[in-house]
């Protein structure tokens, strides 16, 4: 049988207008069978979301103070939802044993739950279908890590017992009973186990935009939409900072070869982004550019080392690193010549150790120069099809220049799936907006 799981993130069930959408959506698909809800998100810029006001009254109570205003606004947003839908329906008695638990053990982990736990058992209600605690269902250990074998078998029994379900998202307990969530953003992780568990045809993932786009639209006018990527491509680019999705999502849908569907609550006629599997069979219509996506960060520094005949000292490359380790940094990219050596890392790790890593440097390895230097870009030009495509580099590099862009670094990974190029901060968004003219606008032409 054909089912679909799809989650609602907190934008799109901020008020009783986006659960009249989210409603209208589930009800035009019978396959839609499990739903996976966010706490109520914002309703305007400046708006608070529910968690984070769920936060506070926890923080509130841990110091003693009376937090009985500050709960009776969250209880305002959702007897204010309950009202609009107008529907008989009441979160009363669950209002007065949260707090009665906060009061007495408040736990920031069971205080954000809430926030889920009630929107599920709302949204429920109004669709009639059943509620599934995820609380009973995703298992952590006693450290706090997803137990996900356990989890998908648990999972899987439940919901076989059920056709339409709402599962909370972002939180479980742990084998001792206590309540976890996953780090903020997580309803996206439920949702992908939940899909996985029911070995769903399609995660769908709703949200406030219509997928991911092939550049920052605060840096390009209007991007794109990308249709279609892959797991891997997708991974790149959030590497380099393009978030829609919470990046624990991704692995166990990837491992079940389940495609997730981005998709905008407030435009369900858009297709939206399809992420599928890293074998997945292309046509040219799901390709239409070279290139899938261009994403950039700033806050990079490069450790530039230098010594003649380096390349015949053997260890020389594992001294550094070593160095670096035994300084609790960790590194990003490590372009080098035959007497150089250059290590990327981000500048805010570095920061307070850098004279100490100067100093060790100097005497591991003995370089004839040595120097860090900081306010480093990285952007990272991602596509599946440049790896056969003849040209590519060049007509990145051209752009480039054109633009009279200097080139720091560059770093073609061997998968030929990505380009990775270092320029100065702040050259990063021009850099972007000329490959996206080189890749994007003038192939339209
Ligand atoms: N409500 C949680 C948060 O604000 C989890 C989520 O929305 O996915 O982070």
Request: glycine share 10%.
């Given at each position: 049988m054909s089912n679909k799981v799809v989650k609602f993130g907190g934008s799109s069930l901020a008020d009783a207008k986006q659960f009249l959408k989210v409603a209208d959506i589930i009800r035009s698909?019978?396959?839609?069978?499990y739903v996976v809800p966010s706490a109520p998100g914002k309703r305007f810029s400046d708006d608070i979301k529910v968690t984070d006001m769920l936060y506070s009254c926890c923080d509130l109570a841990g110091s003693g103070i009376d937090f009985s205003e500050s709960f009776a606004k969250i209880t305002e947003r959702y007897n204010g939802i309950i009202k609009d839908l107008g529907i008989d329906f009441s979160l009363d008695e669950e209002f007065e044993s949260i707090k009665a638990e906060l009061k007495s053990r408040p736990a920031r982990d069971f205080a954000a739950s809430r926030g889920e736990y009630l929107n599920g058992k709302l949204l429920a209600a109004y669709l009639g279908f059943e509620f599934v605690d995820a609380g009973d269902i995703i298992v952590f250990d006693?450290?706090?890590?997803?137990m996900l074998d356990e989890t998908i078998k648990r999972t899987r029994e439940r919901l076989s017992k059920t056709e339409y379900a709402v599962i909370p998202g972002f939180y479980g307990k742990t084998t001792e009973g206590i309540v976890k969530t996953f780090s903020r953003g997580g309803s996206d992780v439920t949702g992908s186990i939940v899909a996985r568990a029911v070995n769903a045809d399609i995660y769908e993932n709703w949200t406030d935009v219509s997928g991911f786009l092939v550049a920052d639209p605060r840096v390009v006018e209007n991007p794109d939409v990308i249709n279609m990527i892959t797991y891997k491509e997708l991974r790149e680019l959030s590497y380099m900072g393009a978030t829609v999705l919470h990046e624990d999502a991704i692995f166990p849908v990837r491992e079940a070869g389940i495609p997730i569907n981005i998709r905008n609550t407030n435009k369900p006629q858009d297709d939206g982004t399809m992420i599928v599997s890293d074998d997945h069979d292309f046509n040219d219509e799901t390709v239409p550019h070279t290139i899938t996506g261009i994403a950039g960060r700033k806050g990079f520094s490069v450790i530039n080392i230098e010594k003649a005949m380096m390349n015949s000292e053997k260890g020389f490359g594992m001294k550094v690193l070593k160095v670096l380790c035994d300084n609790d940094i960790s590194f990003e990219h490590m372009p080098s010549g035959i007497d150089t050596m250059s290590v990327i890392t981000d500048t805010e790790s570095i920061k307070s150790v850098e004279d100490k890593i100067i100093s060790q440097l100097r005497k591991e390895v003995n370089p004839d120069n040595l120097e860090i230097e900081h306010g480093i870009a990285l952007l990272a030009v991602v596509g599946r099809r440049m790896k056969n495509t003849r040209g590519t580099v060049a007509r990145l590099f051209a752009s480039l220049a054109h633009a009279r862009i200097n080139v720091k670094m560059v770093d073609q990974g061997s998968s030929e799936l990505n380009v990775i190029v270092g320029v100065n901060e702040s050259d990063l968004n021009e850099a972007i907006r000329k490959i996206y003219d080189m890749f994007i606008n003038s192939e339209k032409d």
């Open positions: 698909d019978s396959q839609r069978k006693t450290n706090g890590n997803l």
